[in-house]
């Protein structure tokens, strides 16, 4: 169990993140909605610790994350993987040596300088590239690839760090539509599959619903909807996003279809 507690981060006057607190079940696929600048990447940036809270706690299975140094720290951060917008791959090197960077904490110092990989890390990072469709590409340089075939391979690289946590900081912001049909059914399958918790921020409203067994709606910094996405009605969304609520969704006026995670997890 994930639990944040009272969390809370400011930058000068400004408090990005406000006495936020959740608890996030093992597996869940939680998305965290809201309009620009509500707090959500800075949320999601603490649980990682890329950017320390300035008041509340994280804890992780009974560990106080936010007390973490050291290698405590550095394996905290492995074991909750970010995805970034921007993919943030070595585009020089090909597709498997950027996988393989997932699993630098995994081995030696000198091992990662030299970048000595062993046949059982070389495996595991073939066998995540087949679990994403993606293992032709192996070796291709990762700047030839599309802006979908990089996703990947960042949720690749992400996946052979072993994590428990998937931290996915708006994925698909810079997809067309079917790239982010296939980054996001990626994403909903190594949760399924590995019972990898996922908390992914999302813009589109629609996608949330699709994808996420749980939102949780963030305006101002504050938490200000928490619930199932069938919870989620128009008015909800209108509270959540105001005027730009028709710009990140299509407004229902009845209650809105069954998620499809929640389809696929009754099928
Ligand atoms: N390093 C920083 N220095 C100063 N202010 C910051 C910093 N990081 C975030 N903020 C401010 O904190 C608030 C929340 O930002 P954050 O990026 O967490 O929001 P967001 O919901 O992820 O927005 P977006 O959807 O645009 O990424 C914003 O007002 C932002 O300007």
Same mark, same amino acid.
């Given at each position: 169990?994930?639990?944040?507690?009272?969390?809370?981060?400011?930058?000068?006057?400004?408090?990005?993140?406000?006495?936020?607190?959740?608890?996030?079940?093992?597996?869940?696929?939680?998305?965290?909605?809201?309009?620009?600048?509500?707090?959500? %990447?800075?949320?999601?940036?603490?649980?990682?610790?890329?950017?320390?809270?300035?008041?509340?706690?994280?804890?992780?299975?009974?560990?106080?994350?936010?007390?973490?140094?050291?290698?405590?720290?550095?394996?905290?951060?492995?074991?909750?993987?970010?995805?970034?917008?921007q993919f943030?791959?070595?585009?020089?090197?090909?597709?498997?040596?950027?996988?393989?960077?997932?699993?630098?904490?995994?081995?030696?110092?000198?091992?990662?300088?030299?970048?000595?990989?062993?046949?059982?890390?070389?495996?595991? $990072?073939?066998?995540?590239?087949?679990?994403?469709?993606?293992?032709?590409?192996?070796?291709?340089?990762?700047? %030839?690839?599309?802006?979908?075939?990089?996703?990947?391979?960042?949720?690749?690289?992400?996946?052979?760090?072993?994590?428990r946590i998937?931290?996915?900081?708006?994925?698909?912001?810079?997809?067309?539509?079917?790239?982010?049909?296939?980054?996001?059914?990626?994403?909903?399958?190594?949760?399924?599959?590995?019972?990898?918790?996922?908390?992914?921020?999302?813009?589109?409203?629609?996608? $949330?619903?699709?994808?996420?067994?749980?939102?949780?709606?963030?305006?101002?910094?504050?938490?200000?909807?928490?619930?199932?996405?069938?919870?989620?009605?128009?008015?909800?969304?209108?509270?959540?996003?105001?005027?730009?609520?028709?710009?990140?969704?299509?407004?229902?006026?009845?209650?809105?279809?069954?998620?499809f995670a929640?389809?696929?997890?009754?099928?």
């Amino acid at each position: 169990m994930l639990v944040v507690e009272d969390l809370s981060r400011r930058f000068g006057a400004k408090t990005a993140v406000d006495r936020v607190s959740l608890e996030v079940a093992p597996g869940s696929f939680v998305g965290v909605i809201g309009r620009s600048g509500a707090g959500k %990447s800075t949320l999601l940036r603490m649980i990682n610790r890329l950017q320390e809270p300035s008041s509340g706690r994280i804890i992780a299975d009974g560990v106080d994350v936010t007390a973490l140094k050291g290698q405590e720290l550095r394996d905290w951060r492995a074991s909750c993987a970010m995805i970034f917008q921007q993919f943030n791959l070595v585009g020089r090197l090909d597709v498997l040596t950027n996988v393989l960077m997932g699993r630098l904490n995994r081995v030696g110092t000198l091992s990662s300088v030299l970048r000595l990989w062993s046949e059982q890390d070389r495996a595991v $990072a073939l066998s995540a590239l087949e679990m994403l469709d993606i293992a032709p590409l192996a070796a291709q340089r990762a700047d %030839s690839l599309s802006g979908g075939q990089q996703q990947r391979v960042a949720i690749a690289r992400a996946l052979v760090q072993e994590p428990r946590i998937i931290l996915a900081d708006e994925p698909i912001a810079s997809l067309d539509p079917r790239n982010t049909k296939v980054v996001m059914d990626a994403l909903l399958r190594i949760n399924r599959h590995f019972g990898i918790t996922v908390l992914c921020n999302l813009h589109s409203l629609d996608l $949330a619903r699709t994808y996420c067994d749980r939102l949780v709606g963030m305006a101002a910094g504050k938490v200000v909807f928490d619930d199932a996405p069938a919870a989620l009605t128009g008015d909800a969304a209108r509270d959540l996003y105001g005027f730009e609520a028709g710009e990140v969704m299509e407004l229902p006026e009845t209650s809105p279809e069954p998620a499809f995670a929640a389809s696929v997890a009754a099928a």
